[in-house]
């Protein structure tokens, strides 16, 4: 459906790749157009420093309610309801009432310390 984020990564040259070309910046931001012109209320770039087209946006509005720049939240505007700050349209999507303190380092994940979620019958 409309809702459900999509994300375009640039691929960049590294290791055993290096013959390879990097994914021009325009391809990204064309990809992105295509999809927001065909409904999707969540499209975002990633790989690439592009504060505007990293972050998410109100689809009523167009207002910033989670501003990205890489892995730095630079801006959180998402109401107590889960809706933007500026006009009040929902966001689709599980919100904290603040954002978590990412920033630009690696974190390590490991899987079995996460919990199953329940399964419904």
């Given at each position: 459906g409309p809702d459900v984020p999509l994300h375009f990564s640039a691929f960049h040259p590294d290791y055993r790749?290096?013959?390879?070309?990097?994914?021009p910046h325009e391809t990204l931001i064309r990809a992105r157009q295509i999809a927001l012109s065909a409904g999707l209320n969540y499209v975002y770039l990633g790989?690439?420093?592009d504060p505007s087209r990293e972050s998410t946006h109100c689809p009523e509005c167009g207002?910033?309610?989670v501003g990205r720049n890489r892995y730095t939240i630079t801006g959180?505007?998402?109401g107590g309801n889960g809706g933007?700050?500026?006009?009040?349209?929902?966001i689709a999507g599980v919100f904290e009432p603040t954002p978590g303190n990412w920033g630009p380092r690696r974190q390590a994940v490991r899987f079995k310390d996460?919990?199953?979620?329940?399964?419904?019958?």
């Open positions: 790749m290096l013959d390879k070309t990097p994914t790989n690439v420093v207002y910033v309610v959180y505007s998402i933007c700050a500026a006009c009040g349209s929902g996460l919990q199953q979620a329940p399964q419904s019958t």
